[in-house]
Nanobody, 115 residues
Framework: QVQVVESGGGLVQAGGSLRLSCVAS????????MAWYRQAPGKQRELVAS???????NCADSVKGRFTISRDNAKRTVYLQMNSLKPEDTAVYYC?????????WGQGTQVTVSS
């Protein structure tokens, strides 16, 4: 059974930084995509960034230049480095793993940016 577990959320002032981590466990295939989504109160969940097992990345326009996604395949871990945080980045951040047509979500980690 595949599981993904996020960590690294917290409270930070505007302009600060946080690094989120997501560790996958279980039957992980060599070809997969891992992604970060976020959901703010009253809003739909939105894609923040994704990265394939080959290293190809995709990033939402709202976070380009501020957030960086990376992964360590040996550790089965994906990271989201978030710099220059803004109050509008406040949300629950979710990680997922997509492989062979299946999607596994984590439980989410809260990120709160104070002004």
């Amino acid at each position: 059974q595949v599981q993904v577990v996020e960590s690294g959320g917290g409270l930070v002032q505007a302009g600060g930084s946080l690094r989120l981590s997501c560790v996958a466990s279980g039957s992980i295939l060599s070809v997969n995509v891992m992604a970060w989504y976020r959901q703010a109160p009253g809003k739909q969940r939105e894609l923040v960034a994704s990265i394939s097992s080959g290293g190809n990345t995709n990033c939402a326009d709202s976070v380009k230049g501020r957030f960086t996604i990376s992964r360590d395949n040996a550790k089965r871990t994906v990271y989201l480095q978030m710099n220059s945080l803004k109050p509008e980045d406040t949300a629950v951040y979710y990680c997922n793993l997509i492989q062979m047509g299946t999607i596994q979500w984590g439980q989410g980690t809260q990120v709160t940016v104070s002004s």
